[in-house]
């Protein structure tokens, strides 16, 4: 039963990659049912979890390139989440600037203190930068919680304004938090898209197999991982302040332990290394606990058990394991006259 | 004062050092961080809290129970969870992201059974104050200066004096040829999970029995300070995690006096982050060579 609807999952991922036609109108069909969402009568929840569903995605997309492409776990996510929502908050508060620049501000500071904790990877790997990073995350929330002058402390920050566009109010009533949530969710695929197609992504996956032998092969591997740690935390530093924008209100306990547990569950179970595991994992794990209303005391041991089971079973996630895409070979190399001379 | 401050930070660095040999023994073996020993050491206090509580045993049974108990658990982690992904032959990573997962699910199970409020816990070995001169001593920091310290050397004998101390450093060195030399490999590994727990209930009673409180994300917070500790002093290094554990402690004492307690909890990762960029085989360390 259960390996014949792998089965058929592989077999449609197949025919997804086989055939342009097929893949082209699978992604229009999505996209279109996307944009209607908020505007055919659904309940205000379900439009809010496809929300969530938005910020996470862009979440473990981040991470995704840190631990899926660079194979650097990185647990301590939570940390630049915390960052960009604290930076975004506070500058649109105090200079009542507009969402859409301090979204930017404070995702390039989470990209700095992203530099920050990348530099330890030119001496750390593997478990050392795994508890360095968790160290980070929980260094972030306790000078959160005790720097009260700017913080606010463990009271937290409230009535952050919500995104404006050009002088209309975003908000969950006119589904203006969906379409922007979701716009950042495209801009964040297509960039990570173009990095993992381009050299730099080819180089980060060579760090994940072997280190020491990509480092043999010319590949500036500090330099690269330190560049993936930038854009993993700009990225989750724009998640974050797109989140307190959206909720209007975050406190040191917003961003906990529990939210980077949260994102690599998404990652592993979604797939590591792939982009569409990243939409599945968050569709499934964000909306389970709304689905599943009586697993709701035993929300966080499902995720420990997603974590295990999916290690041990399918450690490439529901989505990962080899491409099945032919192998392009670059323009001007024809394989067959090659193979025919000899 | 000043005495005071560093008689705390020993006390506390002693019970430090107990988490983290649990760290350096199973990372020792496997070369794998066990993300899982923080929820260990809650899962030993709350033993110890069903025991001496609700039960009124007493101490010393809630000791030994709970020692059996959570090196029971221990093993039981490295059965169910570590060892196929050993068989296996599967990357490092994967075994870590796994006892991150097994420390999530014990440690919300914990909250569910036990509630995540904190509950009393009695205080152990509290024989008064005893005076020395100007200084006067807690006979409780007093016993578990002292039960630490028993049992740091206790570990000491069973590693380097036992039978099966020497094949757990046979093992240590290189699993293959000591299989070949007829050790159990296995077993070790289970024997030093069990060693591993059992250390980190002793630690989990002491420290419920010093604050007086026990809940389920205890565990967390010491977890992350004895592995600073562990670091510290060079990982799988016995006597390095007992002088991480004793600088953990005293720095920690020594910040809650002139920075405050906010800052109670930052210290240990300071340490960490500053020994992971500065020296991250740690003090006593031994520098790993990469084969080809």
Not at chain 2, 73 to 78: A, F, N, T, V, W
Not at chain 2, 126 to 136: A, C, E, M, Q, R
Request: charged fraction near 10%; aromatic fraction near 12%; proline fraction near 3%.
């Amino acid at each position: 039963m259960k390996n014949r609807l792998m089965e058929n999952v592989n077999n449609f991922i197949m025919l997804m990659e086989k055939k342009k036609s097929v893949k082209f109108s699978v992604y229009g069909a999505v996209f279109l049912v996307m944009l209607i969402i908020p505007k055919i009568g659904l309940p205000m929840f379900m439009v809010r979890i496809m929300t969530m569903i938005g910020m996470y995605v862009i979440l473990s997309m981040s991470l995704n390139l840190i631990t899926g492409y660079t194979g650097q776990v990185s647990i301590g996510h939570a940390g630049f989440c915390a960052i960009g929502a604290y930076t975004s908050a506070l500058i649109s508060l105090n200079f009542g600037t507009n969402f859409f620049i301090t979204a930017l501000l404070g995702a390039v500071v989470a990209g700095i203190f992203g530099l920050l904790l990348g530099l330890p990877t030119l001496r750390l790997s593997g478990t050392y930068l795994t508890i360095a990073t968790l160290g980070f995350g929980e260094v972030i929330r306790m000078v959160i919680l005790n720097w009260e002058s700017l913080t606010n402390g463990p009271l937290g920050i409230t009535k952050i304004p919500r995104p404006v566009f050009f002088g209309i109010e975003l908000t969950s009533l006119n589904g203006g938090l969906y379409y922007l949530v979701w716009i950042l969710v495209i801009i964040t695929t297509v960039v990570i898209y173009r990095i993992i197609r381009s050299k730099m992504g080819r180089a980060l996956m060579a760090i994940r197999e072997d280190e020491l032998v990509s480092k043999l092969m010319g590949i500036k591997t500090v330099n690269l991982k330190i560049y993936a740690f930038i854009i993993s935390a700009f990225f989750a530093g724009l998640a974050g302040s797109y989140y307190a924008h959206m909720i209007r209100y975050i406190d040191p306990n917003t961003f906990t332990f529990d939210t980077s547990i949260m994102i690599i569950s998404i990652v592993i179970f979604g797939g590591m290394g792939t982009i569409k595991g990243m939409f599945l994992g968050s569709a499934l794990l964000i909306s389970f606990p709304e689905v599943l209303r009586f697993l709701q005391e035993y929300r966080f041991v499902v995720f420990g058990l997603i974590l295990v089971l999916m290690i041990r079973f399918r450690p490439q996630g529901i989505l990962g394991g080899q491409s099945r895409r032919d192998y392009k070979m670059p323009k001007g190399v024809n394989l067959e006259k090659i193979m025919k001379e000899g | 004062m000043l005495f005071q401050q560093i008689f705390d930070g020993l006390t506390l660095g002693m019970v430090y050092a107990l988490i983290a040999v649990g760290y350096s023994l199973v990372f020792g073996i496997l070369r794998l961080v066990n993300f899982s020993h923080g929820s260990v050491y809650a899962f030993g206090a709350h033993i110890a809290l069903v025991v001496a509580v609700s039960m009124q045993w007493g101490i010393f049974p809630a000791l030994v129970i709970s020692i059996i108990f959570t090196g029971l658990l221990g093993i039981m982690i490295d059965k169910i969870s570590l060892k196929p992904l050993r068989e296996k032959k599967s990357k490092p990573i994967a075994a870590l992201i796994t006892t991150i997962g097994v420390s999530y699910i014990i440690q919300n199970l914990l909250m569910i059974i036990f509630g995540s409020h904190s509950k009393w816990f009695p205080k152990i070995f509290d024989y008064g104050i005893i005076k020395l001169g100007d200084i006067s001593i807690n006979s409780t920091q007093l016993f578990i200066f002292l039960v630490s310290l028993l049992l740091l050397v206790f570990l000491t004998i069973i590693i380097q004096k036992t039978k099966i101390g020497l094949a757990m450093r046979a093992v240590e060195q290189n699993p293959k040829a000591a299989h070949l030399m007829g050790i159990n490999v296995n077993y070790i590994i289970s024997f030093t999970f069990f060693l591993g727990g059992a250390s980190a209930a002793i630690a989990g009673t002491l420290i419920s029995g010093y604050y007086q409180v026990v809940y389920p994300n205890m565990g967390f917070i010491a977890g992350l300070k004895a592995f600073s500790a562990a670091v510290l002093g060079g990982i799988g290094v016995l006597y390095g995690s007992v002088i991480g554990g004793l600088v953990v402690g005293l720095s920690e004492s020594f910040a809650v006096s002139y920075f405050g307690g906010g800052y109670r909890d930052a210290v240990a990762f300071v340490i960490l982050i500053l020994v992971l960029i500065i020296r991250p085989k740690g003090i006593f360390g031994k520098k790993e060579i990469t084969k080809v």
